[in-house]
């Protein structure tokens, strides 16, 4: 998975509580990117970081925030979580002058 | 104009047959078209790419074909294998654009044995 953790792997939290995942790379890219992925969806960005303290929005930020104070940690944070974004999170690394994109393994949430 | 569409949502051919998954875009700034491949459980993993300036793209199997005038592109994997069972994606982005990727919904792959 190219040097790319993602925790936790699985949660289960209830609606209203607030939800960080964690993305950690060591390759030392300078892009990051979270995705969701939902049946029907295919993969929808959520945010990206383009450098320490640099993100913005993705198509489908509504609900979420980001941060980003190490080149090698991405955090996702669902200030309030709701039902609808139960669902698979990714992240990604990479970019830059190849374009391609490397996936961490993923972080299943379930909010109920 | 940032869509990319993507066909058939589901595809099953038997060993040995010919896959063929179709994109279409709509943005002419897309200069590059990925092909991801997901097995369940797992994240999505490069499978393949192509740049506008060439019409087809080999690696082993697997190979993307590439119109630019229709905006349309596919991805045909020869002599399909069991192990080739996955979702795959297509995908595109354009230089200035954040290196952002653009995903098609996918396609499910089934090949039986």
């Known amino acids: 998975d190219a040097g790319i953790t993602q925790s936790p792997r699985h949660k289960v939290t209830e609606t209203g509580t607030p939800v960080t995942l964690r993305c950690h790379q060591t390759e030392n890219h300078r892009y990051m990117y979270w995705y969701r992925q939902d049946p029907g969806h295919g993969l929808r960005l959520i945010h990206y970081?383009?450098?320490?303290?640099?993100?913005d929005k993705g198509e489908v930020s509504d609900g979420y925030s980001v941060s980003r104070s190490k080149t090698e940690d991405f955090l996702l944070t669902l200030e309030s979580a709701t039902s609808s974004q139960t669902s698979v999170y990714f992240c990604?690394?990479?970019?830059?002058?190849?374009?391609?994109?490397?996936f961490g393994p993923g972080t299943r949430l379930t909010v109920l | 104009q940032q869509q990319v569409k993507q066909s058939p949502q589901s595809l099953i051919v038997q060993k040995g047959g010919i896959s063929i998954i179709n994109c279409a875009y709509e943005?002419?700034?897309?200069?590059?078209f990925p092909w991801y491949q997901q097995f369940p459980g797992k994240g999505p993993a490069l499978l393949i790419a192509?740049?506008?300036?060439?019409s087809e793209k080999k690696e082993g199997r697997f190979t993307i074909s590439f119109n630019k005038s229709a905006k349309q592109f596919s991805l045909h994997i020869m002599d399909s294998q069991p192990g080739d069972s996955a979702t795959y994606f297509c995908?595109?982005?354009?230089?200035?654009?954040?290196?952002?990727?653009?995903f098609g919904k996918g396609t499910k792959l089934t090949v039986n044995p």
């Open positions: 990604a690394i990479g970019g830059l002058a190849g374009n391609e994109q490397f």
């Open positions: 192509i740049r506008p300036d060439v």
């Open positions: 970081s383009y450098g320490v303290k640099d993100t």
């Open positions: 995908a595109a982005s354009w230089q200035g654009g954040s290196e952002k990727l653009v």
């Open positions: 943005n002419t700034a897309f200069d590059y």
